[in-house]
């Protein structure tokens, strides 16, 4: 779970940020996002509506699921951001972790709120 202070609070921030942020879109994600440079920190907030699932346990999994991906890639900011997941799919809630990193991943990548850096096994060692 990220920090309190990473979360977004009220719901007139969100309605900003529907109005005037621009948008990347994955198949099961889309991503919202505006910078906020009056904070120090991304904030964030995901969405999962009853459409996805009816039971509020398999929409609170996918939205711990989710939360728990982004604060890994909370270091990787290039600057304070208010962002917003809204989720399309209900596999989520299923989906192995390697697919869903790569997801969100990818997502964040396209939407360039996050540094790129080489995969692992992207990175060369110089021969001595």
């Known amino acids: 779970m990220i920090a309190r202070s990473n979360r977004f609070h009220g719901r007139g921030s969100i309605q ?10 994955s198949g099961s994600l889309a991503l919202r996002y505006a910078p906020n440079e009056r904070r120090g920190s991304y904030r964030l907030a995901i969405v999962v509506s009853r459409k996805i699932s009816k ?3 398999v929409r609170n999994r996918i939205r711990r699921r989710l939360y728990e991906q982004v604060r890994i890639l909370s270091s990787d900011f ?7 997941i809204v989720v399309y799919d ?5 989906m192995s972790v390697a697919k869903l990193t790569t997801e969100v991943n990818n997502l964040f ?8 850096r080489p ?10």
């Not at 990548?109 to 790129?116: D, G, P, Q, S, V």
């Not at 995969?119 to 001595?128: F, L, N, Q, S």
């Open 16 to 25: 900003r940020l529907y109005k005037t942020a621009k948008s990347a879109r």
């Open 55 to 57: 039971s509020a346990v």
């Open 119 to 128: 995969a692992p096994h992207d990175i060369v060692e110089p021969k001595k």
């Open 90 to 94: 209900p596999n989520i809630a299923e």
């Open 109 to 116: 990548k396209r939407a360039k709120l996050i540094n790129t």
């Open 78 to 84: 290039t600057s304070p951001y208010d962002v917003v």
